[in-house]
């Protein structure tokens, strides 16, 4: 990556959006305004009802701002989307996840309690073939040996360190690092599979946790609300802590 900066992406079994629960809406009303400016495609209504910034799935980058949203509507936004939300009914498909907001659709669309758009777990083509060419070209500037993965899941950087965490599917995840002044096209410093992710608790608190010999490496991501900060990296051989520091902003 040409500038590798803190992109954590919207990845289904990790986000802090769930995905599935069986509670009424508990402010109907609230979501049928929702309803009634998607139905019209209200754009700039729209807009005001999102909380930024927006998440979207990895390598895309967070939509920070009204401004940002109004240019990349279509890209969140399509026919098929409009309509399932359209045609939905407040009281009967949209339903409480608890801390998380109201769900549609099992989880397709999150808004918080007061009818604001939180997050979107559906993508549109127009989307998804954006983050097809960004992955492409992330991997193209990878070191080769680590270019075939399921998912990219975060890439960041620390004082010391560039460190990235791939799906590798069937629950496994690879940690990758390199000095920071190294670039992601050579040969990584380490390089670490078979990690597996830990949920903490139900405030969409999680960890990524590598073995390698007597050291673990965590990568944690500490939810605040509905705000992710960013990503810690530690290291620790035993009890011991070797090394803690959080990504650069």
Do not use: C
Not at 22 to 50: G, L
Not at 196 to 212: Q, T
Request: charged fraction near 25%; aromatic fraction near 10%; avoid cysteine.
């Amino acid at each position: 990556m040409k500038k590798l900066l803190l992109v954590v992406f919207l990845y289904a079994s990790v986000t802090a959006f769930g995905q599935d629960n069986t509670n009424p809406n508990p402010n109907p009303k609230a979501v049928a305004a929702f309803i009634a400016i998607v139905k019209k495609q209200d754009k700039q209504a729209i807009a005001d009802k999102v909380i930024y910034p927006f998440r979207r799935q990895y390598p895309l980058t967070s939509v920070n701002n009204k401004q940002e949203f109004l240019a990349r509507y279509d890209e969140i936004f399509d026919d098929s989307l409009v309509h399932i939300i359209a045609n939905s009914d407040p009281g009967k498909d949209w339903t409480s996840g608890g801390w998380r907001g109201i769900s549609l659709k099992r989880g397709q669309v999150w808004l918080d309690d007061n009818g604001r758009l939180i997050g979107i777990n559906y993508q549109t083509k127009v989307e998804a073939a954006k983050r097809a060419a960004l992955i492409a070209a992330d991997k193209r500037e990878l070191f080769p040996a680590l270019r075939d993965y399921n998912q990219p899941v975060l890439a960041f950087q620390t004082d010391k360190y560039k460190v990235r965490v791939d799906d590798m599917g069937n629950g496994n995840f690879r940690y990758a690092s390199w000095p920071v002044n190294v670039k992601t096209i050579d040969q990584p410093e380490m390089v670490i599979p078979d990690g597996k992710f830990i949920r903490e608790g139900s405030g969409g608190n999680h960890y990524f946790s590598f073995e390698n010999g007597v050291y673990t490496y965590k990568v944690e991501i500490t939810v605040i609300g509905k705000e992710k900060l960013p990503p810690t990296l530690m290291i620790t051989k035993g009890e011991e802590t070797i090394l803690t520091q959080q990504a650069k902003k």
